[in-house]
């Protein structure tokens, strides 16, 4: 059964620091994608990573996957505060997509 | 510039009414998904599509039931409310092929009492 992980589930970070958020998966997967959250809304796509290897940057976000290693990370460079959310790893294998619980980041000045 | 609809966007239930959550999509994307996330969780899977005429369960069908006519609307019909089905429930579609964008409807927010 594929299964994610997401470590940490609570982050509380200080403007300006770096921080990484971790995403393990227990089986072969053929895609990995990162989403943000804000309360109340919708989901919004970050990143799409389909090989090991695969890094992808968005401003002060990148994402990186390591398909022997079964994991994922979005590293956070010099946050601030608009990047408070809540941020999803899903991992895809053929039409099944499951969701880690969530890293609620909490951005302070 | 519509992209997933869902309608309602809220509603109260009571126990063992049944109702439809309604999505459609303007992209003409061919897979459509349905998910729920319950509170301080991630999403999870209850049924999707990959074209007209064509549903598979999720992670979690049970309770629901759905239907693809077209390409662009794939209603979620809830039969026999149960508290245990209080949740937000988002819509998606997305492209055929991996690595293709998955888009997420603003959601509904439904209460079962």
């Known amino acids: 059964e594929l299964k994610v992980e997401q470590n940490p589930l609570f982050l509380s970070m200080q403007e300006g620091k770096n921080y990484t958020i971790y995403c393990n998966y227990s089986?072969?997967?053929?895609?990995l994608y990162w989403y943000r959250q804000d309360p109340g809304k919708s989901l919004e796509s970050l990143f799409v990573l389909l090989s090991n290897g695969a890094v992808k940057q968005e401003g002060r976000l990148m994402a990186s996957l390591d398909t022997k290693a079964r994991l994922s990370t979005l590293h956070i460079t010099a946050a601030v505060h608009d990047l408070s959310a809540t941020y999803f790893c899903?991992?895809?294998?053929?039409?099944?997509?499951?969701f880690g619980a969530g890293t609620r980041l909490t951005v302070k000045p | 510039n519509a992209g997933v609809t869902q309608t309602p966007k809220f509603r109260i239930l009571k126990i063992g009414q049944s109702m439809t959550l309604q999505c459609t999509q303007d992209m003409n994307h061919n897979y459509m998904y349905w998910y729920r996330q319950d509170p301080g969780m991630g999403l999870k899977l209850i049924y999707y599509s990959v074209g007209a005429g064509i549903t598979d369960k999720g992670e979690v069908p049970n309770g629901y039931n759905v239907s693809r006519s077209t390409t662009e609307d794939f209603p979620l019909r809830l039969e026999l409310a149960a508290p245990s089905q209080t949740s937000v429930y988002f819509c998606?579609?997305?492209?055929?092929?991996?690595?293709?964008?998955?888009?997420f409807g603003e959601g509904s927010w439904l209460t079962v009492v």
């Open positions: 089986t072969t997967s053929d895609r």
């Open positions: 899903a991992v895809g294998r053929n039409n099944d997509m499951r």
């Open positions: 998606a579609s997305s492209l055929q092929g991996t690595g293709n964008t998955i888009y």
